[in-house]
């Protein structure tokens, strides 16, 4: 098969991937007789378009499962999205908004049916970009964690946990998106550092002309006070105790009560108490049982307990309340201050503390397992730092709020009388047989109106995608689950270590008694070459899809690993991109140059047999690398490994060896060893660039139906002569050195030279004379000295080498560049003895670091004594 000049990224990848998918070569099924291999997907937001996160991680992802599926492995990586509530629902009201159509004018079910629209139209997106990729998921297993098998499920644990007591109701402080108008875990606020004012608001005192000044972030929240807290011990307000202050603007009284809680050394030492809007005023409430009164409606307005700035937004009501201090006297002063607020991980709303009643998970209950079996390294993260984080969030998790305020999900399964009492059941009819058997009257029943949190869904992924039914009671799970799960590699972001990783093998350990997943892979973030985090509003974040077509999906696979440690975030550069689709240029120039030669039936070349002998030594060696890199994780290292082994190895060296003379053909031995050599290329480099390395495959020789590369078997590693690699190692390093010389004595490399040296009993690798003579373009090597004035020296490690140049040089240039030469290496010689002569340095260094010096003088030494013969020689 003839392959034309360039390669076509755009043609060649639509080509192989319609192709794998048609011959099934994706698809998992269960055999009893192969080991399984299994990933499944973090399953992407309906919402979601590529982005350079993506790119990554299912890069690594594709990687692990297209070289197990070499090894000869049951593959099974699933694919599919997830329904993400909060985004989802966001979208969908904005695209009503857009037709002059608001939410509040639907009934729940007409809201529905535009979701279930919207998603039908836009929530393939992302697994279709994948494609592009070359993502070789099963596609025929493409789960929707609201498929309605999938939804069962997760209606089937709800019910299951509260029947066992660790799902309850009830009011609690809890964080309040006004813009998604939802209550959220504390795992999806962050918190940043925000520039405030700390207002200090003078409290008169009721019946005196006294008054207390408290120091307040929260201006906004005074209407809501119900009580002023001073420290018990402070003296400054002993004589306050048991009176009450009044409320500035609204004149309010409210009591001054006395608690260690308050830090006497913050603002004024005092506390204005407001119990419905700050969580640790809210525990001081109920401890001195205050009245709580909640003046915010859902939106982050202000309702009509507030007395003032009714219907404004709770920052514009700040604004204009610090001015109505200020005009009535109450404001003392405002300081310039650094506050650390929370911020909606999905909405970027600054979070209200609020009480609400909501549905928690007790977290205590379920953290046991999944806390031990990371810490023994049951479960693998990797790297291993991310285990003292896991540790410290086990260990000091809070339960988990998982009601949210939306109609885009999993409707909570719990059913409601006309006086509030409910029983939790999966559908009306057994909620009234419920109610009937605990002889609770009943006229009408309502389900909640909540939905569950994205997690409580999405944490049932690993069992779920196989058998949605294992949840039922007695069910013992069905073939798929019982032969792929625990699944083998888990490739996510630290960022969800907590939201979905923890809690995955909670669920594992609760519903399987067994992990999910055997190793934890966390890349880190793509950040622009700034080290910026990517994003659309700093316009630092490529479109994937406009990468992929200018350099080729192998071309951004290759540039996304070159530089992509585990856990350690990765700055990208295009550059990289362009670096991986050199790299698959030079692929095709090597194939095409090996094709083009015809072959011979002659005696192999000496060379050319060392030559053979040293890259099958040197291939068995990466091949070894490899395995260790693989199971380490170590990816991006692995690829380091390959590239550097056909660029350099192959291309540079062992092709140039090789290459026969212009117009001349090769022998068929060395032709036959160099394509069984670029076959085994082709196949270690698949996992990473697995479009070119198959278009290569099939034009490397003719194959049948069955032969595809993406299945063919992962080469093994041999047998690595360490000896045969470290002569030629040496002899690489003299073909350097005496290009160099050429270069930077401008003796042309056409020109023949004869190379002497006087070591020939131990000359390292004497084999490979033939090598450096064809490389170097050496007229002969000879053992001993040269009969000519004009020489070179050169000093290969401790060897050292005479190149005769009578008439190839200008001598006074070349007396100057000696010299120069020479007082460097003087100098350095000086600086090495004075740290040789230092008795503190010997004494303190390292043994290692004392004798690396000690040869660093014995090469300066050797290098000096071969520039001043050489500059007699001249």
Known sequence: MSVPPKYNPAKTEAKWYNLWMEKGFFRGRVNPGKEPYCIVIPPPNVTGVLHMGHMLNNTIQDVLVRRARMLGKETCWVPGTDHASIATE?????????????????????????????????????????????????????????????????????????????????????????????????????????????CYIKYPIEGSDESITIATVRPETIMADTAICIHPRDERYTHLKGKRAIIPLINRPVPIIEDEYVDMAFGTGCLKVTPAHDANDYELGLKHNLEIIDILNDDGTLNEKAILFTGDDRFEARKKIIKELQAGGYLVKAEDYTSNVGFSERTDAVIEPRLSMQWFVKMKALTGPALENVLNNNIQLIPAK?????????????????SRQLWWGHRIPAWYNEHGEYVVAKTQAEAEALFRSRNIPFTALRQDEDVLDTWFSSWLWPIAVFDSSVFKEKHKGNADLNYFYPTNDLVTAPEILFFWVARMIMAGYEYRHEKPFKNVYLTGIVRDKLGRKMSKSLGNSPDPLELMSRYGADGVRTGMLFSSPAGNDLLFDEKLCEQGRNFAN??????????????????????????????ESRLNQALADLDEQFARFRISDALHTVYTLIWEDFCSWYLEIIKPAYGKPIDQTTWHAATAFFETLLKILHPF?????????????????????????????????????????????????????????????????????????????????????KLANLSEFKFGMPEEESTISLLVNTTKFIIPVNG???????????????????????????????????????????????????????????????????
Not at 590 to 605: C, E, I
Not at 843 to 857: I, L, Q, T, Y
């Open 90 to 198: 966001a979208r969908v009201v904005a695209m009503l908004r857009d037709k002059g159509i608001r939410k509040s004018d639907l009934t729940r079910e007409e809201f529905l049916k535009y979701a279930w629209e919207w998603k039908e139209k836009y929530g393939g997106i992302i697994l279709e970009q994948l494609k592009k990729l070359g993502a070789s998921c099963d596609w025929e297993r493409t789960r929707f964690t609201m498929d309605p098998d999938y939804y069962e499920a997760v209606i089937d644990v709800f019910i299951d946990l509260y029947n066992k007591g660790y799902i309850y109701r009830g009011l609690r402080m809890v964080n309040w998106d006004p813009v998604g108008k939802t209550a959220l875990s504390d795992d999806e606020v962050f918190y940043r550092d925000v520039p405030s004012k700390l």
């Open 386 to 402: 991310f285990k003292n984080t896991y540790r410290h969030w086990m260990e000091n998790v809070r339960d988990w709020c998982i």
């Open 586 to 615: 030079k692929i095709w120039n090597a194939f095409r140059l090996v094709q083009g030669w015809s072959t011979a039936a002659f005696p192999q070349p000496e060379e050319n047999r060392v030559a053979c002998q040293w890259f």
């Open 689 to 773: 660039m697995p479009f070119i390395t198959e278009e290569l495959w099939h034009a490397l020789k003719e194959r049948n139906d069955t032969e595809y590369l993406i299945v063919a078997a992962w080469p093994r590693a041999g047998k690595a002569d360490a000896q045969l690699l470290d002569e030629a190692r040496f002899a690489f390093q003299v073909v350097s050195e005496l290009r160099n010389m050429r270069n930077a004595r401008g003796i042309s490399p056409k020109q023949q030279l004869a190379l002497y040296t006087q070591t020939e009993e131990t000359l390292p690798g004497k084999k490979f004379i033939p090598v450096i003579c």
């Open 808 to 874: 190839h040089i200008n001598r006074e240039a070349e007396r100057t560049a000696l010299l120069k030469e020479l007082s460097y290496q003087r100098g350095f010689l000086e600086s090495v003895n004075k740290k040789l002569s230092n008795q503190r340095f010997i004494a303190g260094a390292p043994p290692e670091v004392v004798e690396n010096e000690r040869r660093k003088k014995a090469d300066a030494e050797a290098r000096i004594k071969a520039l001043e013969e050489q500059l007699s020689r001249l």
